[in-house]
């Protein structure tokens, strides 16, 4: 069984070290985000990526903050209102459904989720399934070398079986990035 994040260590998603490694903002731009896309940021935890989305996309698009965890939604609720965005929508889900409708966002943000989950094709069918045709998904884990913080080593998912399941589920690698070594990102298209 995959290794899961436990909801009370909330904090931890928001350390200081893990915001410079990730560089929320800087990345999505990397990335290829703009800000008339829909975003859907699937197991969003606190909103390190949703709250700078929803800023660059702010009065042009909506961020889908999706999770399965009601307390990490309730904060992005509170993070939100603070900071007068209202392009945000938080959406409860559960392991392997999104709740959201059929291509309904054009950028799909996945981080350090991807090796919370037994089956991953699985998975990330169902991201395929919200994902409009042409639009992308970019896939964030914690780089098996890396041993600063997160999920135990055998826990981690290498890049090769990340773009095997990508490519299972009806998407195509396109973009790889190494974030100081600390996580890796790949980035691809849906078919």
């Not at 660059?56 to 399965?68: C, H, L, S």
């Not at 965005?85 to 054009?106: F, R």
């Not at 699985?122 to 395929?128: D, F, G, I, K, V």
Request: aromatic residues 6%.
């Amino acid at each position: 069984m995959a290794h899961k994040f436990d909801p009370s260590h909330l904090k931890k998603l928001d350390s200081e070290e893990r915001r410079n490694l990730l560089s929320p903002a800087q990345t999505l731009v990397a990335l290829g985000f703009s800000p008339d896309q829909t975003l859907a940021d699937i197991g969003c935890g606190t909103g390190l990526f949703t709250l700078p989305a929803a800023e660059i996309n702010r009065g042009k698009g909506t961020v889908y903050a999706v999770d399965i965890a009601r307390e990490m939604l309730d904060e992005i609720g509170k993070r939100a209102a603070a900071a007068g965005l209202s392009n945000i929508t938080t959406v409860q889900a559960d392991e392997y459904g999104t709740n959201l409708p059929d291509a309904a966002a054009d950028f799909l943000l996945v981080c350090t989720v991807l090796h919370e989950v037994d089956d991953k094709v699985r998975w990330l069918q169902e991201a395929a399934r919200i994902c409009r045709k042409g639009g992308s998904i970019a896939v964030i884990e914690f780089d098996p070398s890396f041993t600063g913080f997160g999920p135990p080593a055998a826990h981690r998912l290498p890049k090769d079986r990340t773009m095997e399941a990508l490519r299972a589920a009806g998407f195509t690698p396109v973009q790889e990035i190494n974030l100081h070594g600390a996580f890796y990102v790949i980035k691809a298209a849906r078919k």
